[in-house]
Nanobody, 115 residues
Framework: QVQLVESGGGLVQAGGSLRLSCEAS????????MNWYRQRPGEQREWVAH???????DYADFVKGRFAISRDNAKNTAYLEMNSLQPEDTAVYYC?????????WGQGTQVTVSS
């Protein structure tokens, strides 16, 4: 069974940085794409960033220029580098990976940004 495990969340002050990790239970090449989503308190889950197998990336407007998605093939791990964090970035961040027509989710990692 495919598993995705996020880590790296925590408490950070506004303007700070965090790097989230998403470790996959199998080769990251199995995934057609990797994505990060987030769910802010009281709101629906929203898409944050996309990484295609070929390396193309895309970002939601509210994180462009601040966040970067990447992967380490040898470690079967995807990352979300988050800089210039603001209190409105407080959310549970989820990793999502696509294999064929199936999307797999991690359990989420909490990011809290204090003002």
């Amino acid at each position: 069974q495919v598993q995705l495990v996020e880590s790296g969340g925590g408490l950070v002050q506004a303007g700070g940085s965090l790097r989230l990790s998403c470790e996959a239970s199998e080769s990251i090449f199995s995934f057609g794409s990797m994505n990060w989503y987030r769910q802010r308190p009281g709101e629906q889950r929203e898409w944050v960033a996309h990484l295609a197998t070929g390396g193309n990336t895309d970002y939601a407007d509210f994180v462009k220029g601040r966040f970067a998605i990447s992967r380490d093939n040898a470690k079967n791990t995807a990352y979300l580098e988050m800089n210039s964090l603001q209190p409105e970035d407080t959310a549970v961040y989820y990793c999502n990976g696509q294999i064929g027509t199936t999307y797999y989710w991690g359990q989420g990692t909490q990011v809290t940004v204090s003002s």
